[in-house]
């Protein structure tokens, strides 16, 4: 059997996302980026800057893109809703 894997991403991050008006779009449109997940979580967490968050993304994509992560739970790129940020 296959291991499926989920990934949950924290509140942080998500509120981070929605802040600076992070879109799957915009992610998917300059590609993904290889790195490791856990560190790029933890650096846009520290940094909490644009350019941290949006590799956090790009470093997400990739491992999507590849199928090492099967669905994501709460994130941009769920296929059955595209996440928009209203006031």
């Known amino acids: 059997m296959d291991n499926v ?7 942080d991050l998500l509120e981070l996302t929605a802040i ?6 915009e992610i998917t ?3 993904g980026l290889d790195g ?4 790029a979580a933890a650096c846009a967490l520290v940094e909490r800057d644009r350019g941290a968050v ?3 993304w ?9 199928g090492t992560i099967n669905y994501d739970i ?8 595209d996440i928009t940020y209203e006031d």
């Open 5 to 11: 894997r989920y990934v949950l991403h924290g509140d």
């Open 36 to 39: 490791d997940l856990t560190v």
């Open 54 to 56: 949006v590799e956090y």
């Open 29 to 31: 449109d300059i590609g």
């Open 74 to 81: 709460d994130g941009l790129f769920r296929w059955d809703f």
């Open 58 to 66: 790009r470093v997400y994509w990739r491992e999507f893109e590849r």
């Open 20 to 25: 600076y008006g992070i879109t799957s779009d």
